[in-house]
């Protein structure tokens, strides 16, 4: 099992259209695959068409008195399965904060997932919180959706410096580029110069596109209704990727 977590402190980045699409191809591959949707907004629970939990029950699942197991939805694609949002993740700070070795609850609850599933997929909100240094000790791949301005790039730093100060060297880091803009100078500059600054930095990038956009009409990954986009190849090309780091 491999634990992928989705995250950059800002929001609007393409973390959730990232953690859905790569998970979609994943299954479509045949491994396994598991999202989790971290994000109280429920946002990867929306595309696959599962309803956020309202009434809460998250404080049992982070204490250990409810296995995630109970809690994990199918979706409408094979090899693909959801554990839905919960509005109550908004508390997930002093929930984990109740906890016995609160920074690696999440990994002790993910665990038992390890025989069932070959990839999970984190759907993490925006924050450095608690809930954030558990996804960074849980997980063993860090992607991280940036766009190519200068705003984006500190807080990248911010969480480079937030990793080595607390001695977090386990999780791989992959920064890679989301939402560029060929036609921005900004960006083609950015996307020349970073990687030389961050040689941890994925060479695949996802363009500023439409059909990630008409993810929310259709409700569906863009693997399912424009594989051949622009987009779709470029998720194509991101998982191809991230699958071959984490061989490696």
């Known amino acids: 099992m491999r634990i992928i977590g989705v995250y950059n402190i800002k929001g609007g980045v393409g973390k959730t259209a990232t953690a859905v699409n790569l998970a979609y191809l994943s299954a479509r591959a045949g491994l396994k695959t598991l999202v989790w949707d971290l ?75 390890s025989e069932e599933f070959d990839r999970i997929y984190l759907d993490c909100p925006p924050s450095i919180s608690l809930v954030s240094e558990n996804i960074f000790r849980a997980a063993d791949a860090l992607l991280v ?68 956009e008409r993810m929310g009409v259709y409700r569906a990954p863009i693997g399912s209704f424009a594989p051949n986009s622009v987009a779709g190849r470029a998720y194509q090309a991101l998982w191809l990727e991230l699958e071959t780091e984490l061989a490696g």
């Open 145 to 212: 959706p940036t766009i190519p301005t200068t705003l984006s790039l500190r807080t990248y730093q911010q969480l480079v410096e937030f990793l080595d100060g607390h001695k977090v060297v386990d999780v791989k880091r992959m920064p890679f580029f989301s939402m560029v803009d060929r036609r921005k100078r900004m960006h083609l500059e950015m996307l020349r110069q970073l990687p030389e600054r961050y040689p941890e930095m994925l060479a695949s990038h996802i363009p500023y596109a439409s059909d990630v």
């Open 39 to 113: 994000d109280p907004q429920g946002a990867a629970s929306y595309y696959f068409r599962v309803k956020p939990r309202i009434k809460g029950g998250g404080r049992k699942m982070v204490k250990g008195k409810r296995d995630l197991d109970e809690l994990i939805k199918g979706s409408d694609f094979e090899n693909l399965d959801l554990l839905p949002a919960d509005f109550s993740y908004r508390n997930m700070d002093l929930m984990l904060g109740e906890s016995k070795g609160p920074v690696k609850q999440l990994l002790r609850l993910l665990r038992p997932l």
